[in-house]
């Protein structure tokens, strides 16, 4: 799966088209590298996300073309 369809069914990020902007800002890295948006995920990847002035680190547990409200959070851990 495409890393900003990810960031968006994980609900990670609110929106596609401002995963994908993110993204192309260079504030999203995938195990340590910067990532695009074309970026196929897989379980165990790291994401780390630049926003504002906080960093979200987490670890892409699943990957699942849809989830609901409540099985989005079971799709990644948050790491500190």
């Known amino acids: 799966m495409r890393?900003?369809?990810y960031l968006k069914v994980s609900r990670i990020i609110k929106r596609r088209t401002i995963a994908n902007?993110?993204?192309d800002a260079g504030k999203v890295m995938?195990?340590?590298k910067p990532a695009r948006a074309s970026?196929?995920?897989k379980e165990g990847d790291i994401i780390e996300i630049t926003m504002g002035t906080g960093t979200i680190k987490a670890e892409v547990l699943?990957?699942?073309e849809h989830?609901?409200?409540n099985d989005a959070p079971l799709m990644y851990?948050?790491?500190k």
């Open 21 to 23: 902007e993110v993204c």
């Open 62 to 64: 699943t990957v699942t």
């Open 39 to 41: 970026y196929n995920v």
């Open 3 to 5: 890393l900003d369809k």
């Open 30 to 32: 995938v195990n340590s």
């Open 77 to 79: 851990k948050i790491i």
């Open 67 to 69: 989830a609901t409200k």
